[in-house]
């Protein structure tokens, strides 16, 4: 009889172990679970803003390259009015009979065009300045956003393959017991081990 006991109360020993231990690794993992869960939803969080931020430079893009497309239209056409002033100036040039005034008028009017053009040529280089700022900020912001798109989904793989492994726990093919079960297991063989010394 006092071997029944003693067997029974050392399978009850070893089965308390197994759900202790049991139980302490459920909790860790657990909190492991957790705590990459708390961390995915923090790289989502930074991805969104990434992606925000990519956005908002990318429409400054567009706009820098609608400025661009303006400004060279306004640069076109004072190129064309600086042709035309520079044809009336060669057509005074070889006319023999011009007058002084009349040289002197279209060239006064040939200067103002050209110092309108020199204003127009800096304005235009400025909005280019302007695009390619904005172009170069907006791809950086890309590579951000794509940087941590990467790290989110390079984590949400980790998570996943972490729950993966905890649903393919198999003991005899069958799935994993749960502690409650292992500890009825373990004081069953232990009370039948027992009875039957």
């Known amino acids: 009889m ?10 009850m020993a070893v089965a308390t172990g197994i759900f202790l231990v049991t139980g302490r ?19 989502q969080v930074a991805f969104d803003s990434a992606r925000r931020t990519a956005i908002t430079t990318q ?3 567009k706009a ?3 400025q661009e497309r303006k400004a060279a ?4 056409a004072q190129v ?11 057509q005074i040039a070889q006319d023999s ?3 002084l005034d009349s040289v002197r008028q279209a060239l006064k009017g040939s200067i103002q065009l050209a110092d309108s053009l020199t204003m127009q040529v800096s304005v235009y280089m400025a909005v280019v300045d302007t695009l390619r700022s904005k172009q170069a900020e907006e791809r950086r912001a890309m590579t951000v956003a794509l940087d941590r798109a990467d790290s989110a989904l390079a984590h949400q793989d980790a998570l996943i393959r972490a729950l993966q ?17 292992m500890l009825l297991a373990g004081l069953g063989t232990g009370i039948v081990l027992g009875l039957a010394r």
């Open 2 to 11: 006092f071997e029944v006991v003693f067997v029974s109360a050392l399978w």
């Open 25 to 43: 690794q459920a909790r860790e993992q657990a909190l492991a679970m957790q705590a990459a869960i708390a961390k995915a939803d923090t790289l």
């Open 59 to 61: 429409y400054a893009s």
């Open 64 to 66: 820098a390259g609608q």
């Open 73 to 76: 239209v306004a640069l076109g």
């Open 80 to 90: 064309a009015l600086v042709q035309d002033s520079l044809d009336a100036l060669r």
């Open 97 to 99: 009979g011009a007058s």
């Open 165 to 181: 492994k905890k649903a393919e726990c198999r003991v005899f093919g069958r799935p994993c017991p749960s502690r409650t079960q």
